[in-house]
């Protein structure tokens, strides 16, 4: 058994729409990156994403990216010290909306890297609600959560 979740959700906009808000630095700090993203999430780069409410920066290594389709990356869990993989997914659906699954996997079998994967868990749901409401709305919805 592999330690693993997959969370997703829907979004009225179209795919490409969807897409840049993630893979734009500037876009992915509109609502989740409060403290900043480094660059975009192009195959090949190391970045780093920084959040206010968190301290330190964490380095994200991105390993694949199709646009408007896929972006995959690895990154380390600083309390764990698990490495683990997201992917994330951009299905076009009908009316310009916009199915995103994000899945994250790696975790080792541990009571305590269980434990931080259902942190991790938490944080791509509110993630994709962050998402939602500011491709949708133009709004920072994180500002209010934390």
Same mark, same amino acid.
């Given at each position: 058994?592999e330690?693993?979740?997959? *969370?997703?959700?829907?979004?009225?906009?179209?795919?490409? $729409?969807? /897409?840049?808000?993630?893979?734009?630095? $500037?876009?992915?700090?509109?609502?989740?990156?409060?403290?900043?993203?480094?660059?975009?999430?192009?195959?090949?780069?190391? *970045?780093?994403?920084? /959040?206010?409410?968190?301290? @330190?920066?964490?380095?994200v290594?991105?390993?694949?990216?199709?646009?408007?389709? +896929?972006? *995959?990356? !690895?990154?380390?869990?600083?309390?764990?010290?698990? !490495?683990?993989?997201?992917?994330?997914?951009?299905?076009?659906l009908? @009316?310009?909306? +916009?199915?995103?699954?994000?899945? !994250?996997?790696?975790?080792?079998?541990?009571?305590?890297?269980?434990?931080?994967?259902? @942190?991790?868990?938490?944080?791509?749901s509110?993630?994709?609600? =962050?998402?939602? *409401?500011?491709?949708?709305?133009?709004?920072?919805?994180?500002? =209010?959560?934390?």
């Amino acid at each position: 058994m592999e330690l693993e979740f997959e *969370v997703y959700a829907k979004i009225q906009k179209p795919v490409h $729409e969807v /897409f840049e808000a993630v893979y734009n630095p $500037e876009k992915l700090s509109g609502y989740f990156t409060t403290g900043g993203a480094s660059a975009r999430l192009d195959e090949g780069t190391e *970045v780093t994403w920084d /959040f206010h409410d968190y301290p @330190g920066a964490f380095p994200v290594k991105v390993i694949k990216t199709v646009p408007n389709e +896929t972006i *995959v990356f !690895e990154w380390a869990d600083d309390r764990s010290g698990d !490495e683990t993989r997201v992917e994330m997914t951009f299905e076009e659906l009908d @009316g310009d909306a +916009t199915l995103v699954k994000i899945k !994250e996997s790696g975790w080792k079998k541990t009571q305590e890297s269980l434990k931080y994967s259902y @942190g991790n868990c938490m944080g791509w749901s509110q993630m994709l609600c =962050f998402l939602k *409401v500011y491709v949708e709305d133009g709004k920072n919805l994180r500002t =209010f959560f934390y």
